[in-house]
Structures are given as C-alpha cells and as structure tokens.
C-alpha cells in the first residue's frame, strides 16, 4: 500500500482516525504532538483490539515506537464505487454482515439492493459468473434472495428477511405507527 499510494494511503486504509498530514501522522481528536527523531514507527495491527488506534512510544535504544489498531480485513476505506469489485473491496473491518456471512458473500447481498442477473451481480461484484452463482445459492438457501427465472436467465433479489438485514426495512413496529398517525 505504502508503495502503491504512499503515506496517505497506508494510513487511510489502517484505520478511520488516522490521517497522514503535513509530513506526519495524525490521530483525529487528539492534539498530542510526537517527534519520532527518525527511528520510524513500527505498524502492529491486531486482530484482538478493536478500540481507537494507540501510540506507544519506546525509549528510541531498545524499544522502538509502535502503532497499534485494529485489523482490517481488506482496508477500512477502499473502494471508491467507481468500478467491478468495489462492492467486495469497500467491506470495512467493522462490518458486522461480512463478519457473519463472509466478505464476498455480504457483497454479493448487498449488491442485490436491486434485482441482478447472475453475469450483472457477477461483474458488480467483481467475481466470476459461476462464483456468483454460488453464492447466490447459499444466499437463496438462506432465505435471503429468491430466484427467479426469466426466460434463459435468472434474476436474483433480496426477500423481505434479506432487506431486514441489509437494513432496508423499517422495524414493524414504527411502520405500524407511522401507519396510525
């Protein structure tokens, strides 16, 4: 990533908070200032802290500085939605579907947001047709897409239970108050 993009990019995808600015790394919402005398910065992420990212500073002889965040499976920020696989490549490490369904398959889900061929879900998605077709029926088997036939293709889309848990829904009990008032 640091090669790719450099600074900015790194520190974009590690976590939210963190900015690469002005020649220095910056943790939003704390105005602490840390000179690193050039002896670098070590990046830990770690699979078991989900807090805000934490500074630990060494003593610069034996033990270096570090940074420690939470890991993010695929970048907390990429995707830019302008292209096949942004769907799959935007899922953030704090994204509880991709965390229960897996992170192609919560794609797959969320793409669904409208009716899909299997070749269209494939391409949003950016994965091959039989793939698509894979995860489609998991998805289906699940209860939450339904397929349908259109002559010799298919459309898949989200039922009632799989827009609940896309969150497209509205809780029934406010439709049934918005429906009294």
Same mark, same amino acid.
């Given at each position: 990533m640091l090669a790719a993009g450099g600074h900015h990019a790194l520190f974009d995808t590690l976590h939210p908070q963190l900015r690469w600015?002005?020649? *220095?790394? =910056?943790r939003q919402g704390h105005d602490r200032e840390y000179h690193l005398g050039g002896s670098g910065l070590l990046l830990? %992420?770690?699979?078991?802290?989900? *807090?805000? %990212?934490?500074?630990a500073l060494g003593d610069g002889v034996r033990l270096g500085h570090a940074l420690l965040y939470a890991a993010q499976p695929n970048g907390q920020h990429a995707g830019t939605g302008d292209g096949p696989g942004d769907v799959l490549a935007g899922l953030a490490g704090n994204d509880h579907l991709a965390a229960l369904l897996g992170p192609? +398959?919560?794609?797959? #889900? +969320? @793409? #669904?947001?409208? %009716?899909? *061929?299997? @070749?269209? #879900?494939? /391409? $949003?998605? *950016?994965?091959? %047709?039989?793939? @698509?077709? =894979?995860?489609?029926?998991? #998805?289906?088997? @699940?209860?939450?897409? =339904? $397929?349908?036939? =259109? /002559? +010799?293709s298919v459309r898949h889309s989200l039922t009632p239970l799989g827009r609940t848990i896309l969150g497209q829904l509205r809780p029934a009990a406010r439709e049934l108050g918005d429906r009294a008032g």
């Amino acid at each position: 990533m640091l090669a790719a993009g450099g600074h900015h990019a790194l520190f974009d995808t590690l976590h939210p908070q963190l900015r690469w600015r002005h020649d *220095g790394l =910056e943790r939003q919402g704390h105005d602490r200032e840390y000179h690193l005398g050039g002896s670098g910065l070590l990046l830990i %992420p770690s699979a078991f802290w989900s *807090g805000s %990212p934490v500074f630990a500073l060494g003593d610069g002889v034996r033990l270096g500085h570090a940074l420690l965040y939470a890991a993010q499976p695929n970048g907390q920020h990429a995707g830019t939605g302008d292209g096949p696989g942004d769907v799959l490549a935007g899922l953030a490490g704090n994204d509880h579907l991709a965390a229960l369904l897996g992170p192609t +398959r919560a794609a797959v #889900l +969320r @793409a #669904l947001c409208e %009716p899909r *061929g299997t @070749a269209d #879900l494939a /391409g $949003t998605v *950016g994965i091959s %047709p039989a793939s @698509a077709s =894979e995860h489609a029926k998991v #998805l289906r088997e @699940a209860y939450l897409i =339904e $397929t349908r036939r =259109e /002559g +010799r293709s298919v459309r898949h889309s989200l039922t009632p239970l799989g827009r609940t848990i896309l969150g497209q829904l509205r809780p029934a009990a406010r439709e049934l108050g918005d429906r009294a008032g």
